[in-house]
């Protein structure tokens, strides 16, 4: 479906059918940013080295590449981020104040609770699939996150995709901060 060559974070692509455009354009990728990122971004420094390591991985993604894309988040990104400690709170929400919306939507709603059938996921990782289905369902490029036990989970992959394509719609290249880091 992308036949393009990145170019300053700029590629050419059929951009979804949801989109209602049918024509190939130059612009940026669309990825929507899922909770954990802002939430690693703005943690106090941790001394766990794994943990340690993607805040600084984020915090690099955040500085050099995260204007090479078109970044949007949802409400449910912003509930999870104004959730816990007020004073880390307003951080993440900062951090988050000028990024657009995607509406929570009937279409949405309906591919999350396929997604949470068909992963067999707990009712607690409801959001999780939402966040999967609202990057699906608005024709984003990918869906950044940290969340490697629900979200970007290998061996839920193809189940993702599937569930996607069932539904008339492409799933997101589902990646962390450390493999968006360009080459």
């Known amino acids: 479906m992308c036949a393009s060559e990145p170019q300053d974070g700029l590629f050419t692509r059929w951009l979804p059918p949801s989109s209602g455009r049918v024509k190939s354009s130059l612009l940026k990728a669309r990825l929507y940013l899922e909770t954990t990122v802002p939430s690693y971004l703005t943690a106090w420094p941790s001394r766990d080295l794994i943990r340690a390591s993607h805040q600084q991985i984020t915090r690099e993604w955040w500085e050099r590449r995260r204007a090479d ?4 988040i949802s409400q449910l990104v912003l509930d999870e981020a104004g959730a816990g400690d007020p004073a880390a709170a307003r951080e993440r929400l900062a ?24 992963l067999a996921l707990p009712a607690k990782a409801s959001t999780d699939a939402a966040h ?17 036990t629900h979200i970007a ?3 839920m992959a193809v189940t993702i995709a599937r569930v996607c394509r069932e539904h008339g719609f492409t799933a997101p290249v589902i990646c962390t901060p450390e493999e968006l880091m360009g080459g």
Do not use: K, R, Y
């Open 69 to 72: 894309f078109d970044v949007f």
């Open 132 to 148: 999967i289905a609202l990057a699906a369902v608005h024709g984003m490029h990918f869906l950044l996150t940290w969340n490697c």
């Open 153 to 155: 989970n290998a061996e």
């Open 95 to 118: 951090a988050l104040q000028d990024l657009p919306q995607l509406d929570i939507t009937d279409d949405v709603v309906v591919l999350a609770g396929a997604l949470v059938t068909s």
